[in-house]
């Protein structure tokens, strides 16, 4: 992945986490991102595995960006085929 900021090529990692991880309007230090409005999942909590998602990083710029588009971000994503 390309960099918007600064054109060059992006690091390809992860971000990992025991719970869930969402985005979130604000903080809320209790209950599932689905009991908040507005709120995106980027990766589904798994008991077995925690959860993690595909996140570029620039040093150059000191940027992460995670691209959850169908999902693809999500390494717990539920196969639907
Ligand atoms: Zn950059």
Same mark, same amino acid.
């Given at each position: 992945m390309i960099c918007p900021y600064?054109?060059?090529?992006?690091e390809q990692g992860v971000i990992e986490n025991q719970s869930e991880i969402a985005w979130k309007a604000k903080r809320h230090? =209790?209950?599932? $991102?689905?009991?908040h409005k507005?709120? !995106?999942v980027l990766s589904k909590h798994s =008991?077995?595995?925690?959860? $993690? !998602? !595909? $996140?570029h990083l620039c040093r150059e710029c000191e940027k992460v960006i995670i691209d959850y588009k169908d999902d693809k971000c999500? =390494?717990?994503k539920e196969k639907s085929e």
């Open positions: 600064c054109n060059k090529e992006m230090l =209790f209950g599932k $991102a689905e009991f507005g709120s !995106v =008991f077995l595995k925690g959860s $993690a !998602v !595909v $996140a999500d =390494f717990n």
